[in-house]
């Protein structure tokens, strides 16, 4: 008896065995200090980037295909419309700037950073210049070296519209 059993005892732990669920894989570990110091590190780049009209490093800082929404104006599509934009820009306008705050989120190839700042534009044909209180949300995503690129910009100001009334 025990031989005629032997068999389907073996296929019964084979069967077992093999249907078992495949060991977890090891968690990977994420550095996500080191990517929110990545990240700040990038945004700095491009304010002094974009305040200073330095095109080769906006086209290293923002995606091929990233998305551009500065204030009251039309989304623009594409490194070259970004590019296009900011020439634009510095062709009537001087412009300084910074950062005042940074709050990073990073999920896995993903961040989303919610910042503030301060822009002032002044017009190169004259007048005075005008400051203005910015905030907005940049997303990155990272790229096959690791580093982290601009997908999307998008920014407003503090200031109320021409004729709007206040809340």
Known sequence: MIRRFA???LVATLLATGCAPAPAPAPVLVDTAADVAAINALVEREMAAFTGAN?????????????????????LQGLPAAVAW???????????????????????????????????????AGGDPMAE???GIHVLRRQADGSWKITQDAWNTDAAAPGAGGN
Do not use: C, N, W
């Open 133 to 135: 209180t910015v905030k």
């Open 55 to 75: 095109i080769p490093e906006i086209e290293a800082i923002f995606a091929a295909d990233v998305i551009l929404m500065p204030p009251s104006e039309p989304a």
């Open 86 to 124: 900011t020439q634009a820009l510095h062709a009537a306008f001087t412009v300084s700037g910074s950062y005042t705050s940074s709050d990073v989120t990073v999920s896995g190839d993903l961040a989303v950073q919610r910042f503030t700042g301060t822009l002032t534009v002044t017009p190169k």
């Open 7 to 9: 068999p389907v005892a």
